[in-house]
Structures are given as structure tokens and as C-alpha cells.
């Protein structure tokens, strides 16, 4: 007879019990392999990592009112005056001008001065909005925010496109009823976050009679106007002769075509034939005596042939015409009136070319204020002046000769150029 002892009992527990616990972890819902599908054998997985619940709080909901961290907003300040030095009109408002855009950013205080901030959800000005325009805000409730789910026509705050970059070749000016005003041409390489950037002036609409484009030229003919066209596209891509050609057949058809006559007498010009220039900015002037740019252009080309009593009086009718569109007009004036020994004359036009020159296009005018300067024995401000135009023109022919000068003293009066 079998007696089961106690210590066999134990080993024969153990082998019951250790089977049971795989069964034990499967699902009840486990299938077991039917006899005509031949089973196969399993294979281990590799143990996939927790997966991560984010709790409520870790993740910040977007903030479409704020820009994109490479937009940085710019502060733009200046002034506004009279010709005369006075503050502007009452309700006088800055706009900028971006050619395939015109918004109004800021109204100018009691004492000419403007400020405001471009680009950026917080925008910093003080203009009342025009219900006409999304953007003239000047507080939270009123921003234009930045979307970008919305296709805008506001791409100043809704792409990355540096600011500055957006507002190359844009001119700030200044608005108000019965005067109009001169500008400043915003340069990208000139610009910071924080920019003063001069001065803007207004003039009662009386004193600017002259015009930028010829009226006659408006009579023209199509085909004119369409052989004026190419010949501007043709000059564009350095085909001078090819340019030439078109714009003769666009003044034999029409002779009073003064922008044609314009344009030949530039590329006459640049090509050393000053008499042929000369006869056709007259020939533009013929046609319509009220069309500003000719003369400018006979007083640069006088200023080139050294006539000077000529270039001063031919660009003081632009001036009289049309003190606002033409900056270059006060920078020949001061060349010629220096050249003349009219020093008073030339001190006024010099100081004028520099509240007009946004953009830097003549820091030789420094030139000539550190002469005169230094006619008045004003060692200082003849020195500054000198920095002024080694700080624009820092590699022009002449800046080792004014380094050396400033280095070295200044000579006797400076001759005439």
C-alpha cells in the first residue's frame, strides 16, 4: 500500500501550483489555435516604453496675438516743421508709404515731434484709428494680432520677414490739409530698433507749382508711350543703343514728348556728350515749363561742366518750383554757391541738403559745411562735420585726405572745388 508521507508532500505541491500561474496572466478572451491552423511559434516582443499622458497644465495654449519670435518690432521717431522752422498745423499725421501700401502711423505732437513703433502685436503710437484701416490702433483692444491660420493683407505683423527689409525704399510723410511735404526715405541699412531719423517738412500747397511729371507728356500718343516704355526696360538691362533707337522714334512722333526728351538727354549724358544732353533738357523744357526735373538734371550737368553761375541759377527755378521732391537740388545749390564764393548761400543750402537727405546720397555736403566751417575759424564744427562725412563715406577717395586732416589740423582756407 502507497502511504503518502509528508515529505513528498511537499515537491508534488509545488509542481501542481507552479503551472497555474501562466494561466493565471492570460485573458479570458485568449482563443486557442484550431486544429487545421497549424500553430506557430511565439515570438518575444521587445517591451515598448510607457507612454506618457500629458496632464492638464503642461502644454501652454498658443497666444496668436503675439508675432513670431523673428519679427522684432522698430521704433521709429523724427520731426515735423515748416519751412520756416515753426511747428506743423494742428492734426498733422505721419503716414508711411510703401508704394503697394499707405498707412497712417502716428499724429504729431504740439511741438513737431512723432513717434511710434512698427511691427509687433503691442504697437506704440499715438494716432486716433481711421475706421477706414485695420491697423491704425493704439492699444490692445484695437491690435491687429498676428494669425496664422489667416491669410492677411498685413503682412507686417503675419510673416518673418525681417522689418527692416519690409521697409526698404518706404517713405515716411507728413499729412495735413492745404500743404504738402517732403519725405524720408527709409534705408535698411541705416535702420536699428531704436532710429531718430530727421526731420520731415510741409509746404502750403502755393508754393509747390511745379510738377514731376510733364503735362504734355500726358498727350502723347499710345504708340509714344509704349516705345517710351521699352526704351526704359532696354536701359534697365544696359542695352544703351537699343534704348536710344526708341526713344528718337518716340520724340519723332511726338515732339513735345518731354519725358522722352528727358531720358535721351540722360543717356547722353552718361555718355560724355554734354552738348547733345543739354539740348535736349532744354527741348523737354519747351514743352512744358512747369516739369521740374529737366532743370535738375541742367544743373547737375552744369555742375559737371563747372559752370557754376549757370548750375546755380537754373536749380534755384527747380527749387522755386518745387522745394519738396528734389533733395539733390539743395545739394548742387550748395555746390554751386560755394564755388561761386556765395557762403552764406551755400551755409543754407548745405544745412538744408542735410535735413532732406535721409538716406545718405551726398555726404560730400559735409564737405562743404567743414569749409565753410573752417572759414569761420569754427575748429570744432568743422571737425564734426568731417566725422560726419568719414561715418557715410567711409571709403570714398577722398576719406584718407579728410582723415589725414582731421589728424594733422586743417590748412588755410580751403580752395575752391
Not at 40 to 53: D, E, G, L, Y
Not at 78 to 104: F, Y
Not at 196 to 216: K, N
Amino acid at each position: 500500500m502507497f502511504v503518502l508521507r509528508p515529505s513528498r508532500l511537499i515537491p508534488l505541491l509545488l509542481l501542481i501550483l507552479l503551472p497555474v500561474a501562466p494561466f493565471a496572466q492570460q485573458s479570458p478572451a485568449t482563443k486557442e489555435p484550431t486544429p487545421s491552423t497549424p500553430s506557430t511559434p511565439s515570438v518575444p516582443t521587445v517591451p515598448s516604453a510607457p507612454k506618457v499622458v500629458p496632464q492638464p497644465g503642461i502644454f501652454t495654449v498658443p497666444d496668436f496675438r503675439l508675432p513670431p519670435r523673428e519679427i522684432q518690432p522698430i521704433f521709429l521717431a523724427g520731426n515735423v516743421m515748416r519751412e520756416d522752422g515753426s511747428p506743423p498745423p494742428v492734426g498733422t499725421i505721419i503716414e508711411l508709404d510703401c508704394g503697394t501700401s499707405r498707412t497712417r502711423e502716428a499724429s504729431v505732437g504740439p511741438n513737431g515731434y512723432f513717434a511710434f513703433q512698427y511691427g509687433g502685436a503691442q504697437r506704440f503710437n499715438s494716432i486716433v484709428p481711421d475706421a477706414s484701416e485695420g491697423n491704425g490702433h493704439i492699444n490692445d483692444e484695437d491690435a491687429v494680432y498676428w494669425n496664422p491660420l489667416r491669410s492677411s493683407a498685413d503682412s507686417r505683423v503675419e510673416t518673418t520677414t525681417p522689418l527692416y527689409i519690409r521697409l526698404s525704399g518706404c517713405d515716411l510723410k507728413a499729412q495735413v490739409a492745404g500743404y504738402r511735404s517732403s519725405s524720408l526715405t527709409l534705408n535698411p541699412t541705416n535702420l536699428t530698433r531704436v532710429n531718430s531719423l530727421g526731420t520731415i517738412i510741409v509746404y502750403p500747397l502755393e508754393r509747390v507749382r511745379g510738377t514731376v511729371v510733364s503735362a504734355a507728356s500726358l498727350l502723347a500718343p499710345k504708340k509714344a508711350k509704349e516705345r517710351l516704355k521699352r526704351a526704359r526696360k532696354a536701359l534697365e538691362k544696359g542695352k544703351d543703343e537699343e534704348a536710344e533707337s526708341l526713344l528718337r522714334e518716340a520724340i519723332a512722333g511726338y515732339g513735345a514728348f518731354g519725358e522722352a526728351w528727358l531720358e535721351l538727354g540722360r543717356l547722353e549724358q552718361g555718355g560724355a556728350r554734354y552738348a547733345e544732353a543739354r539740348e535736349a533738357y532744354e527741348r523737354a523744357l519747351a514743352g512744358d515749363p512747369l516739369y521740374v526735373p529737366p532743370y535738375v538734371a541742367l544743373g547737375w550737368l552744369n555742375a559737371l561742366e563747372r559752370k557754376w553761375a549757370e548750375a546755380a541759377d537754373i536749380i534755384e527755378k527747380a527749387l522755386d518750383l518745387d522745394p519738396v521732391s528734389f533733395p539733390e537740388a539743395y545739394y548742387v545749390s550748395a555746390l554751386a554757391h560755394y564755388n561761386l564764393g556765395d557762403y552764406d548761400q551755400a551755409g543754407k543750402r548745405a544745412e538744408q541738403t542735410v535735413l532732406r537727405d535721409s538716406t545718405y546720397q551726398f555726404p560730400k555736403v559735409h564737405l562743404i559745411r567743414a569749409n565753410l566751417f573752417s572759414l569761420r575759424r569754427d575748429t570744432g564744427a568743422a571737425d564734426e562735420a568731417m566725422r560726419l562725412y568719414l561715418r557715410h563715406a567711409p571709403d570714398a577717395p577722398e576719406a584718407e585726405l579728410v582723415r589725414a586732416r582731421l589728424e594733422n589740423g586743417r590748412p588755410g582756407p580751403p580752395e575752391k572745388r
